[in-house]
């Protein structure tokens, strides 16, 4: 009869460590909160997150995110946000609201669009949307406003074609189009007169506009990748000797007048080589 009774309350559930860390965040008043490979699938396990305005850097890569939700934009402080490698179908509109928003990475997803009015976020400096599912018509019409953009990496998806309006980024530094099925680049990318990092390796293309020599791209601090591509045989044989040489030949009177004439009688573009069926920003989600 001395037995200790029994208690009927529930074992107090393990706290996850998505809130384990946000918790210890709110404690200390971290501005920056990490909460890489915590097995979170969405917004509601980080409950009081959107009340914690002091956050600067919301790092989330290797989760299983699958929607933002518009309350994002209450992070009115918010400069570095990285949703790297998660299973983002879309972006909520009210993204392009945050004001102070410099970084935002969300490569690796399963983006197919960008939310309308995208372009307007006002000091954003480098964009990351690697391998998604993007292409030319995923852009919203202000896209190319981003002024203060320094950094944008496409690499991994299916554009086609490159906007001329891409001349309008002018404070673009690097500008990765790598493993796309580009068969053009527009001769718009020559007024990027800052441009000294420009990745084009693995698409459809023949040629490139002779606007392209404008820019400085074979100096000490310049890159400019151009290998896996179905090069018009002059271009091939310069690239065999050295970037330089291809930018050197591209500035000829000899390769303007080869680039119009290619122009005016090209037929179909080269095929494509690269299966992305198989990509896992292809995989639809299941329920």
């Not at 000829?252 to 009688?265: A, F, G, K, M, V």
Request: aromatic share 6%.
């Amino acid at each position: 009869m001395n037995e200790a009774p029994v208690s009927c309350l529930p074992v107090q559930v393990k706290m996850s460590k998505a809130r384990k860390a946000l918790a210890e965040a709110r404690e200390i008043k971290n501005p920056e909160l990490d909460l890489v490979d915590k097995g979170i699938h969405s917004f509601e396990e980080l409950p009081g997150l959107f009340n914690m305005l002091n956050i600067t850097r919301l790092t989330l890569s290797h989760n299983r995110i699958k929607d933002i939700p518009p309350s994002i934009a209450y992070l009115v402080n918010l400069e570095i946000l990285t949703l790297f490698n998660n299973q983002i179908e879309e972006l909520p509109v009210s993204i392009s609201s945050l004001p102070k928003l410099r970084i935002l990475n969300v490569g690796m997803n399963r983006l197919d669009s960008l939310p309308r009015g995208f372009g307007a976020l006002p000091v954003l400096e480098v964009l990351d949307l690697t391998y998604n599912n993007l292409n030319e018509n995923s852009l919203p019409g202000n896209f190319f406003m981003l002024e203060t953009l320094r950094a944008l990496y496409l690499g991994d998806n299916d554009f086609e074609v490159l906007p001329p309006e891409i001349g309008q980024l002018k404070n673009l530094q690097i500008l990765v189009l790598r493993e796309n099925d580009l068969i053009d680049v527009p001769k718009e990318i020559g007024e990027l007169t800052r441009l000294r990092e420009l990745h084009i390796q693995a698409n459809r293309l023949t040629v490139l506009p002779p606007e392209i020599g404008n820019l400085d791209l074979v100096g000490s601090k310049s890159i400019l990748k151009m290998d896996f591509n179905p090069w018009v045989t002059p271009i091939a044989d310069q690239l065999q000797v050295g970037i330089s040489h291809v930018i050197d030949y591209i500035r000829s009177e000899t390769y303007r007048y080869l680039y119009n004439r290619h122009i005016s009688t090209r037929g179909p573009p080269p095929p494509k080589v690269n299966d992305k069926s198989r990509k896992i920003s292809r995989i639809k989600q299941q329920g």
